[in-house]
């Protein structure tokens, strides 16, 4: 798992909502080529830790970093990536290794939103941690994938032949860009990070709805689709008939609550009173 802290925590936040703008609109085929620019650039900023520091150095304007983003990369990722490249570099990291962590998270992210748009999220979320669990029993798997002696490419082999006509397409694009990935760690954490980001991505696109009664479909429909427009992805609902939600709704998707009960509307009158 990923864990951001301090200022690095907020950064990523800020970077969620750039990528919910830069989804908006995409297919799931654009989707996946985003997420395998973004890998691009994750292995050359992870390969450099002059790169990485130069990238989060915040006595350096945004304009300036910016402009290195684009000498290093405009000529092989498509503008989509460079856009989010630049708002990475625009926002301040509590150390310059949190950069690097930001884009790999909004990268599975981004992979995983394509598998929204194809339908496909749940299965890869499943098939990521029944990937993680045959890593656990079967060493042999283990010590081949994580042989710094392998080239990726042999890697990508290894686990086509494996499960390449099992998996979903994004789940095999994920564990692919694991194998060109150089990160200092061992193949059980890497996997475990993808799985927290599509676990992250999942929880951002289904919606849970408290209500005390039932909604008709039509109401669950427009709901869906005013979601679907604030986040760029289909969104789906999970709604929970509630009998002590004093009328309207609780919606709650990754981080957010929006809260119009009645319940809610009178405890902010009673706090505001006692303040």
Known sequence: ????????????????????????GVSAGDASA???????????????????????????????????????????????????????????????????????QIAVETEAAAANLGNSLDQVQSEIFTFSKLLIENPELRTALSARAETPAAKQELLKSIFGAKFAASTNSLLAHRGESRRARSIEKTVAAYSHAVTAR????????????????GQAKKLADSLTKQIGQPVHLNIEIDPSVLGGISIRFGDEVIDGTIANRLAEASRALVS
């Open 202 to 217: 999942r929880n951002r696109v289904n919606a849970h709805i408290k209500s005390s009664i039932a909604l008709s479909d």
């Open 34 to 104: 985003i997420s395998s620019d973004l890998f691009k650039a994750l292995v050359a900023i992870d390969s450099s830790t002059g790169l990485r520091r130069a990238l989060t150095d915040s006595s350096r304007d945004a304009a300036s970093k910016s402009d290195l983003v684009s000498d290093l990369f405009k000529k092989s990722l498509g503008g989509p990536a460079l856009s989010l490249l630049g708002t990475a570099v625009s926002l301040r990291w509590s150390s310059p290794s949190g950069i690097a962590d930001a884009i790999e």
């Open 1 to 24: 798992m990923i864990v951001l802290g301090g200022s690095s925590r907020q950064s990523l936040a800020a970077l969620r909502v750039a990528l919910d703008n830069t989804l908006k």
